[in-house]
């Protein structure tokens, strides 16, 4: 049995073509001999990429959506490292290097548990910010038979007044299917 996702975005949003070109590129390499020194692509297949993203045609990439799916334990459960809010100040300081980036900061600004057919999400709401840029995000985070689903709506903090309401359209249609 095969997990899927499904999820709402902005019907003028656009698939992200980075995503579509690198997992062209691993099909390719995955073609290819493998390497004769052993030393390959090693520190890329420890790096967990977005499966998905979506986002405004024509933008940057500060303002979009996507989905990250990690290998994790196959009896992992995201309660194991407490509540939403426990696991949201966890994320926050994984993205600000607990103190080994002080020019980052974050802020946990809201967290909650949905449930839903027997899983748990986590709808976790954070801003991120440093010298060069404020973000705003929306992430919802679950676990199920050996793998950790997270979406992340992202946006500049300058705009979050206008895409919050969407933000929590998406985090709440987020769901796992199989």
């Known amino acids: 049995m095969k997990d899927l996702v499904k999820f709402v975005y902005p019907s003028n949003w656009v698939g992200d073509q980075t995503i579509l070109y690198r997992t062209a590129g691993k099909v390719e390499r995955s073609l290819d001999p493998p ?24 933008s940057n990439g500060e303002l979009n959506v ?29 993205i600000t290097g ?25 709808t976790l709401e954070f801003q991120v ?3 060069t840029f404020q973000r705003h995000n929306v992430a919802v985070c679950c676990a199920r038979g050996g793998k950790l689903f997270t979406l992340n709506a992202q946006s ?8 919050k309401e969407d933000f929590y359209k998406i ?3 987020f769901s796992l299917t199989s």
Do not use: C, H
Request: net charge positive; aromatic share 6%.
């Open 66 to 94: 996507s989905v990250i799916v990690a290998q994790v334990p196959i009896d992992f459960s995201i309660e194991t490292f407490g509540g939403p809010k426990e696991v949201g100040e966890a994320i926050v300081q994984t």
């Open 171 to 173: 985090a709440n249609s």
């Open 35 to 58: 390497s004769l020194s052993g030393s390959g692509d090693r520190r890329r297949r420890n790096v967990n990429e977005p499966v998905v993203a979506f986002g405004p045609p024509g």
């Open 98 to 122: 607990s103190g080994k980036r002080p020019n980052v900061k974050g802020t946990l600004i809201q967290a909650n548990l949905r449930e839903d057919s027997n899983k748990k999400y986590y």
């Open 129 to 131: 910010e440093s010298p």
């Open 156 to 163: 500049p903090q300058s705009i979050w007044p206008m895409v």
